[in-house]
């Protein structure tokens, strides 16, 4: 009788995690839109002339609102918000993190335009339709700063200030790092120095188990079935503090095939840390910020403390208190504080 009741149980313990598996997997390819709806409407966006105040842009969106448009740009198209005039006006591009889009970016985009800077926010590497590489080696920290460089390069911008959170403040790190030339102010929002940030993630046991969820993000095929599973309703749970707008995009973009493994691939290919790159020169003398919530979920005090030393040029940091979704919050108060850094660069 034991012996039958263990084989039994051997063999629930087998066939158990599979069931479970296929119906997880049943489930998420069901929630999928294989009608592409969202790559067919970033499709019929107009292409960016050059000209921020072209007519094919201009009537793309009302005055109050950032245009939508595709930005052709290292051998992909980004789609992205833009706003702002042409001419001389300094130029501010904004990189959102995962799981979300440039949407995140709406509160901040006109109140830059207004106080006269040109904007633009592009839909990065993975959540653009029009560069969505197969290959997850695509997705290296140097891959996406070449995005930030060339979408730069096509809006004619030589030098630019430049704003990031999450994955978009990693990948904003390592543009400081290494084109320090071509950025006049830097503020990263939640992500710290990709140094420091790897040295807890080494030795910090609090940072150790704030980044417990790599281990999952990393696993190929699991988290994607996950978060699509139920119609997309554990990513739907990341969204609960944003607006409806954001939400339906965010949801439009990840419903669609592939769109999830994309921007997965960035932590597949994270190399330990967030922009961890060990070629890479650690100290900046570039004018950074540094916006933080002390509720944040992703990122301990220790590697905030410890990027100070590696600022060799004037530094301010700001302690919120605040999750991680410091956009959704508190973006007036991000909004008044990134006006006065970039005003005094």
Known sequence: MAKRTLKWLGITLVVLPVVVLTIVGIGSSLSLDRDYNHTNETAALPLFSGEFASSSVASSSPSSAPALVRIQANGFEFRARIAGSGGDAPTVILLHGFPVTSAMWEPMIMPLVDAGYR?????????????RPEEAGAYAIGE?????????????????????????????????????????????????HPTAFFYALENDPDQQSRSGYFALFTMPWVPEALFTFNNLVVLKAFYSAMGPLEQEEYQAVFAEPRALTSALNWYREMDGGFGRDPQMVNETNTPTLFIWGNRDEAVGRSAI?????????????????????????????????????????
């Open 119 to 131: 904007v633009i926010a592009p839909d990065q590497r993975g959540y653009s339709p029009g560069a």
């Open 305 to 345: 403390q410890s990027q100070k030393r590696y600022m060799t040029g004037p530094y301010r940091e700001i302690e919120l208190d605040a999750d991680h979704w410091l956009m959704s919050t508190h973006a007036d108060e991000i909004t008044s504080a990134v006006l006065e850094h970039l005003n005094a660069n």
């Open 144 to 192: 996406l700063v070449s995005d930030v460089v060339a979408i730069a390069d096509a809006v004619g911008a030589e030098t630019f200030h430049l704003i990031g959170h999450d994955w978009g403040s990693a990948v904003g790190w390592s543009t400081v790092l290494s084109h320090p030339d071509r950025v006049l102010s830097w503020t990263g929002l939640s992500i710290a």
